[in-house]
């Protein structure tokens, strides 16, 4: 049907792509299935240039990729520096600068797993189409360290996720010490390890949440005032491992 299409051209129209064919079509008044079939087709040749024009986007991004370095202090209770890192808005306003002016969008998806951890996944997209194509997806537990209120945990982590997952979408990298490889101060204070191990068990033994949110801030506020940064991290993340067992426990009852 579509070659009749095109020997019925008129002299000196040549029919070389879906559009053209698709145009004939309606001015010949073809029938509907051949129309949605060059439509679709329309479709796909439009959707497989957007994804070009994506592709050579991002390759000219990596061309000239701005450089991230890790510039913000992260002290100790005496003001020492221990290392330094980057915030969201470090890293997000200057890789989005440098994506609008080739004409690449980018937007989060976030979602709650069954097992309390948050999933963000960023999305890139092609500036005035409807392409979008899925970058990274990362997921992690909401960050209680600190002390932080739940809504405040929630906020931490997708921040963080948000932060990294833009990274790895666009291929770039942070500079400067990895905190995550800079290890533990020798000088930190610890908590007397028989009264930690005390306040693990209490923690782990919790029949109930309202029990787990008591054992745990009690854990919480001797590790502070030890300044055992260390035992801290460790009764949140018995605290965590717990509610979820008590969680799951609650929705299959």
């Not at 033994?205 to 001797?222: C, E, K, M, W």
């Not at 055992?228 to 993340?237: M, P, W």
């Amino acid at each position: 049907m579509t070659d009749s299409l095109i020997q019925r051209a008129p002299t000196g129209i040549s029919a070389k792509t879906p559009m053209d064919l698709l145009q004939l079509a309606i001015e010949r008044e073809g029938s509907i299935d051949v129309i949605e079939r060059l439509a679709k087709l329309q479709m796909e040749f439009t959707d497989r240039d957007d994804k070009i024009a994506f592709r050579n986007a991002m390759t000219r991004f990596k061309e000239d990729m701005p450089k991230i370095i890790r510039t913000r202090p992260i002290v100790d209770k005496q003001g020492a520096e221990k290392y330094k890192v980057v915030a969201l808005e470090d890293v997000a306003d200057p890789v989005m600068k440098a994506l609008v002016k080739l004409g690449i969008t980018y937007r989060y998806k976030s979602s709650d797993l069954p097992d309390s951890r948050i999933r963000v996944t960023c999305i890139l997209g092609l500036q005035g189409t409807a392409y979008e194509e899925e970058g990274a997806t990362l997921a992690a537990p909401p960050d209680t360290a600190g002390g932080k209120d739940p809504l405040k945990a929630v906020g931490s982590t997708t921040s963080y996720l948000e932060k990294y997952t833009l990274l790895a979408s666009v291929g770039m990298h942070v500079y400067g010490s990895d905190p995550e490889l800079v290890p533990p101060e020798q000088n930190e204070q610890q908590m007397d390890q028989g009264a930690a191990a005390d306040f693990q068990s209490l923690i782990e033994g919790s029949a109930n949440v309202d029990d787990l949110q008591r054992n745990y801030f009690a854990a919480r506020d001797a590790a502070k005032a030890a300044g055992d940064t260390q035992a801290e991290k460790g009764f949140a993340e018995a605290k965590n491992k717990v509610y979820r067992k008590l969680h799951k426990g609650a929705v299959h009852a």
